[in-house]
């Protein structure tokens, strides 16, 4: 994916115009004469791999969850971003660049799809249809997420001018759902299992793996547990045994990632600096202020399978023991090495271990020593190594969109939903809870295996072994909206440390670090921290605010004032 072919590509995508002038030079690149070879159409077909189409604004919408803090939020508690702080509107950021972004896409796909035909003749016919297959894998995905977030959508099905777009009122959900499998379908006719190469491709099984996460989200557990099965089935994919090796930079090729669109030092495509300093903690030269909730801390289970308000393993004071391993493999466990040094943000621990120098250094990772440190002392570990500090912070992490470990889930899910719970769904848990503690499925007295249960208890079992296996991939606000659980989890406090002297004070010199009692884990996995609050040993943090509005977003401002037909969702 070179930037000259982005950039090349990109002028041929542009030149449909709004009015014939009946010009077509022969000399450059124009949508009359373009697309007749197959390396103009494996130029335009390199425009669907722009990071910017698939990461732009959803790579961080973890924040907009329970799994997430961040230190300004909780420096200013008034302002938890724009989608948690209630005041969702269409003029904000992440509501234009998800729709603009979406319809970019779009608009290539459908250029190409008017003319790839040219072709015909000049490049063989199942590269000709794999072309094809790029397109409507594109469109059906930019689509699914458009209603996902916006409910009814403009529907552009071909190339059109302005003005007829500015007539474009919103097309029914349940229409543009239709053709969302349609194109899915057409995508997994097309595309093939493999291309033998380090190329990245959609292929087949992308395409069944989205249209599957995007059937779940639809409600259509048939439609969902089919395609996920027929992934399953292709007999490609696999777990990686190592969960925690499978999200580093140094991770490429990989049996268990499906689809991914990777980043290149090379060529300059690389993880948001912003990004970086925030999930680096500040003994490693980063900022430390992107953190995962307390929420998400407690909400992974003990060895023993139990919560740990259920569990006799829990131990409030020392969190980190008996836990899922993906609770260490996800937050940096107290008192142990990460990206080069030791990690503990317990007050009274002014100087930790240097590994990189051998020798003790001041702790700027506690309150105490810097008081823009962690506010609730977690930092992230998924994916975070020393890595991230080399090459001047530049980081080449590919952008995971879909996995394997999500497929086995997602069926597992829409069985459970379909009352259809056989051996098939604990199976698909059960090989995703295993890897997690480094063992076969079938060694069941390893690992806290799931056992066939009652519908309820099936759904409460594979919702937390998501949260537990997904944590920080970007997939837990669309869970919530689709469980309908968002104002149940998004209104509420982060809850944080208290500050640095009542914190020696009032929790360290009472033996009450890091958690004075055991939070209470509610019937869906929640957790409520108004006791330790109540007895003074925790603060309050930014305040959650998600109202009911919010499960459908606004319809940008600009479109609308664009649009005469174009209204907008309710509440807004």
């Known amino acids: 994916m070179k930037k000259s072919l982005y950039t090349l590509a990109g002028l041929a995508m542009m030149l449909s115009s709004c009015e014939s002038m009946d010009m077509t030079p022969t000399s450059q690149g124009n949508s009359e004469s373009w697309y007749s070879t197959d390396i103009e159409l494996d130029m ?5 791999y722009i990071l910017g189409y698939w990461n732009t604004p959803l790579e961080g919408s973890e924040q907009w969850t329970d799994n997430f803090t961040y230190r ?32 970019k896409l779009i608009a290539r796909a459908n250029t190409l799809l008017a003319n790839y035909h040219k072709a015909a003749g000049n490049v063989p016919a199942d590269k000709l249809n794999r072309y094809a297959g790029e397109a409507y894998f594109s469109r059906a995905c930019k689509y699914a997420e458009l209603v996902c977030y916006f409910g009814d959508v403009p529907y552009i099905y071909g190339t059109e001018t302005i003005s007829e777009a500015e007539q ?6 349940s229409e543009i759902i239709a053709d969302v499998y349609r194109d899915f379908d057409y995508a997994i006719e097309y595309l093939p299992v493999s291309y033998g190469t380090a190329a990245v491709h959609f292929t087949k099984g992308a395409a069944l793996a989205m249209k599957a996460r995007f059937a779940l989200y639809f409600g259509d557990y048939e439609i969902a547990a089919s395609a996920a099965k027929e992934c399953m089935d292709l007999n490609v994919y696999s777990l990686e045994p190592d969960y925690g090796k499978l999200f580093l930079q140094s991770t490429k090729e990989n049996p268990e990632k499906i689809f991914v669109i990777p980043r290149s030092l090379a060529n300059d495509v690389i993880l948001d600096q912003w990004y970086v300093n925030n999930g680096l903690p500040r003994c490693a030269g980063g900022y430390g202020s992107d953190n995962p909730s307390w929420d998400l801390l407690a909400a992974y289970l003990c060895t023993d399978g139990l919560p740990i308000d259920e569990s006799d393993l829990f131990d409030p004071r020392n969190p980190f023991k008996n836990r899922d391993p993906r609770c260490t493999m996800t937050i940096v466990e107290f008192g142990t090495e990460h990206c080069g040094f030791e990690y503990n943000p317990r007050p009274d621990v002014t100087t930790v271990m240097n590994y990189n120098t051998g020798a003790s250094t001041s702790n700027q990772d506690n309150r105490a020593v810097n ?26 992490r590919d952008y995971m969109i879909m996995r394997y470990a999500d497929v086995l889930l997602m069926y597992a899910e829409a069985k459970i939903e379909l009352g259809e719970i056989d051996e098939s769904v604990t199976d698909a848990i059960n090989t995703v809870r295993a890897r997690a ?5 079938a060694a069941t007295t390893a690992y806290p295996a799931v056992k066939l249960g009652s519908q309820d208890e099936m759904r409460k079992a594979v919702r937390i072994e998501r949260r537990m296996e997904l944590a920080n991939e ?12 968002a104002e149940k989890a998004l209104n509420g406090y982060n809850y944080i440390n208290l500050q640095p002297t009542d914190l020696l004070n009032n929790v360290v010199k009472k033996d009450l670090w890091f958690w ?17 609050y109540n007895a003074g040993i ?35």
């Open 538 to 572: 925790v603060a309050l943090g930014a305040k959650r605010v998600f109202p009911a509005r919010q499960y459908l977003w606004p319809i940008p401002t600009h479109d609308i004032e664009l649009c005469p037909n174009l209204k907008n969702n309710p509440g807004y």
């Open 44 to 48: 335009a077909v390199s425009e669907f």
């Open 474 to 485: 970007g997939l837990r606000y669309m869970d919530l909206i689709r469980w309908n659980l």
């Open 437 to 441: 503690y480094g063992v076969d499925r």
């Open 371 to 396: 008081q823009y440190a962690s506010y609730n002392g977690l930092v992230w570990k998924k994916g975070i190594d020393s890595s991230w500090t080399e090459n001047g912070k530049k980081v080449e």
């Open 72 to 103: 300004q939020q909780n420096r200013n508690p008034g302002s938890n971003g724009t989608v948690l702080d209630g005041t969702m509107n269409g003029q904000q950021w992440e509501v234009y660049s998800l729709w603009q972004q979406n319809y």
């Open 516 to 532: 004075g009692m055991t939070p209470q884990i509610d019937e869906d996995g929640l957790a409520d921290f108004s006791a330790l």
């Open 168 to 173: 474009k009122g919103r097309r029914n959900k």
